[in-house]
């Protein structure tokens, strides 16, 4: 069965960086985009990009450009997010999503499966 | 970008009713729209996806139907695991969005 298991809380002070690992296992991971999304506590569901694991390559969200990192080891089947300066109102769960796809292997935005987040709280 | 309004944004209801929650889209999504259910501490899990398909195991009580710039899902007989927070989620544009929620509560 397909799943998506994610590191674990973390605790940052504002201005550093955090980095989330999201490993997949119960399909092929170089076979279906990988999103990332986040829940700041109380609030609804931000998206904040993706990764095609087959190529490496990236989307993101305007808001996150320049600040967020995905990246992808597709020999251990994980997905990174990396989000630096961090200031307190990034305090959220983040999660991974397995994009659903289509049958040409494409991305089609529907997030079929989730991980169970990860907490991270930036304060001083 | 495309804004995503949900009504209600808080709904109570009983075991047993049938529940209808409202999403708009700020302009026309054609069908690219998608329902999720996300419980306390959980993750979100897809229920519809493209307006109106039911995604695999979910039960047949939840459907949705619309197109263009309104959508609805309906819980036919509500179960007492479907106390929950619902979204919304247009997929036309290159960047997904999510409405505010709706939180089904207990009557």
């Known amino acids: 069965q397909v799943q998506l298991v994610q590191s674990g809380a973390e605790v940052k002070k504002p201005g550093a960086s955090v980095k989330v690992s999201c490993k997949a296992s119960g399909y092929t991971f170089t076979g279906y985009y990988m999103h990332w999304v986040r829940q700041a506590p109380g609030q609804g569901l931000e998206w904040m990009g993706w990764?095609?694991?087959?190529?490496?390559?990236?989307n993101y969200a305007q808001k996150f450009q320049g600040w967020v990192t995905m990246t992808r080891d597709t020999s251990i089947s994980t997905a990174y997010m990396e989000l630096s300066r961090l200031r307190s109102d990034d305090t959220a769960v983040y999660y991974c999503a397995r994009d659903q796809g289509d049958k040409w292997g494409e991305y089609q935005l529907i997030f079929d499966y989730w991980g169970q987040g990860t907490l991270v709280t930036v304060s001083s | 970008d495309i804004q995503m309004t949900q009504s209600p944004s808080t709904l109570s209801a009983s075991v047993g009713d049938r529940v209808t929650i409202t999403c708009r889209a700020s302009q026309s999504i054609s069908s690219w729209l998608a329902w999720y259910q996300q419980k306390p501490g959980k993750a979100p899990k897809l229920l519809i996806y493209k307006a109106s398909s039911l995604e695999s195991g979910v039960p047949s009580r939840f459907s949705g139907s619309g197109s263009g710039t309104e959508f609805t899902l309906t819980i036919s007989s509500l179960q007492p695991d479907d106390f929950a927070t619902y979204y919304c989620q247009q997929y036309n544009s290159y960047s997904p969005i999510f409405g505010g929620g709706t939180k089904v509560e207990i009557k």
């Open positions: 990764i095609n694991p087959n190529s490496g390559g990236t």
